[in-house]
């Protein structure tokens, strides 16, 4: 059935509005996202689809790259950039909501954090939340941009950013895309590495967590310093 078809309060966008974003299933949110279907096909219609193609999973559609979206039936680079950009602001809606610049306390606060803006990615980040004397966060900054399988940890670039802040501490981290947190022969030796390089600066390597979606693994709490 076309949506012009039906009711009016079963019109994703008039449900919407009539009656909150809640009451949407996720294929009717993303129905209001991709305004149009295709012929013989609507918008509702294609959004199962998309939502068939991952197993029903919003996250396995957060993965997808703007290429593949694009190149699937009835998207395109308009609708793929209009999901890209919805699924950009939910990340940035998440970090921001988890920020209320309370002393970092715990690392289940850091991954509160971090996880959604790394929750699904097939690429690795690196990342540094710098903390000053109070432990309240003063800079969270991307520092680079890997592959699937690994990035490297650009130590000089973090102590400057560190110093230039005034930060008295530094907490990294950095996503593993095949799940699994457990770090790394890499990862264990560039954190001793790091850890070294912040003590010849007068600055304290506070932990290093690794997110793995829904798991991590916290150097700190492992004792692993």
């Not at 680079?77 to 970090?95: I, N, S, V, Y």
């Not at 890499?186 to 506070?206: F, V």
């Amino acid at each position: 059935m076309k949506i012009k078809e039906m009711s009016l309060d079963e019109r994703p966008r008039e449900k919407l509005l009539a009656r909150g974003a809640r009451a949407l299933g996720d294929a009717e949110l993303l129905a209001i996202l991709l305004r149009t279907g295709k012929r013989g096909e609507s918008a509702i219609d294609l959004s199962h689809r998309l939502l068939a193609l991952t197993g029903g999973r919003l996250a396995g559609l957060f993965e997808c790259d703007s290429g593949y979206l694009a190149s699937l039936d009835g998207v395109g680079l308009p609708k793929a950039a209009t999901l890209l950009a919805a699924f950009e602001l939910g990340r940035r809606f998440m970090q921001e909501q988890s920020t209320d610049n309370a002393p970092v306390s715990e690392c289940t606060q850091i991954y509160e954090l971090m996880r959604p803006r790394l929750k699904g990615l097939k690429r690795e980040e690196c990342w540094i939340i710098l903390l000053d004397r109070k432990n309240r966060i003063v800079k969270t900054a991307q520092l680079t941009v890997g592959g699937g399988k690994g990035t490297i940890i650009d130590i000089p670039r973090i102590v400057k950013l560190a110093l230039e802040e005034a930060a008295a501490g530094i907490i990294m981290v950095h996503n593993h895309p095949s799940g699994d947190p457990r770090p790394s022969a890499a990862d264990i030796r560039e954190t001793s590495s790091l850890r070294d390089a912040c003590a010849s600066c007068g600055l304290a390597l506070i932990d290093h967590i690794i997110v793995a979606d829904e798991h991590f693994y916290s150097f700190n709490e492992e004792k692993m310093f």
